[in-house]
């Protein structure tokens, strides 16, 4: 098999969040994710003249996504086989014996009269042994200026030209057959002294049966294209701009007491064996087993993400190239014994090189509850 791996294109994607006000000196940050919340606040308004310049900022990152095809070949395979219905261009040659001695006489090929593409040999050691020349190169086809005698080769066309047995009652004779004229199969080829072929008012005739077959086979060749995504590391980019503030405005205190929970993900490693694997799998779903979901209205969803491992766990910052689904409260199927699942299903197959890979399984809220198995443990069914 035959690898060509080249670069197709590399995008950049620039991701900026909303402006924010900052104050000269003072830092700026943001939030958590992944908790459930609980906020209580307590609200305090004032109105205030304001006259001032504040300066905004926005933060954002900045990701290239580069792709490359990598084509192999997996060889030649025949896709079409047919059955050739002509005869091609072919000489023949004829040696006949035994016929009446100094006896003018007609060559038939399938009932027709082919002696315009017959050449007379003076003896059998000149028709063996007959060379292709540029002379000898060309059918002498009805109203041609046939060529001359060379070398013992008489040219005959069936009503002026001289297909005469000699005085053996033998005749040498190559039949130029043209091609794309007669059909395969068996064809019988006739020399008889009637011109038209009636064995019943000939002196002399001999008969032989010519076969012919073939097959016109088609190949082409066959590549398997694939395409390789490649994300890279995220870089930070800000932007900031200075604005005039001139009015009246509320100024609005807020005391916020938030009371947070931590939705750890839940992750499963594996591995690709190498020698089992040397080029790696191609993983197109995953199905998970879900005892317990949000219900429908909530919108809020769960995802899984295909990760690199890095010392027995999931790579913080990379997921797969298409290593991520989504579904909402209302795709997810529930059961009480494990006993129905809910497919994962990639946008396209992800390639996993031979290694360790991690299944991690995210959501928004605790609600979600998936079964999992324990070495040991009983089953539920």
Known sequence: MTFLTHQDSQTSTRVLRDWHLVKPGHAHGGSGAGRDARTIENTTVNTVLVNEELEQVRNGITRTLSTST?????????????????????????????????????????GINVAEYCYKFDSGNALWNVTSSTDMQYFPFPGSNFLPAIGGVHFATGSSADLKTNDNGEIFIEFRMPDGVFRVGDRKLEITSDVRNDKSKASTYATAVYSASGLRTEVEETIATTRNFQISDPVQTSDSRTVNITGIFQETSTTTQVQTRQNDPLAQTFFVNADEHPEGIFLSSVDIFFARKPDDSTNLPVQIQIRPAVNGYPDSS?????????????EIVVSEDASVKTNFKFDHPIHLPPGEHALVVKGDTSEYEIYIATLGDFTLS
């Open 70 to 110: 990598t084509d192999i070949s997996l060889g030649d395979r025949v896709v079409d086989v047919r059955l050739i219905p002509y005869m091609r261009e072919k000489n023949i040659k004829i040696v006949a014996k035994g016929l009446k001695p100094r006896t003018r006489v007609y060559v038939f090929f399938d």
């Open 318 to 330: 990379r997921i797969y190239p298409g290593g991520k689904v989504v579904k909402q409260p209302s």
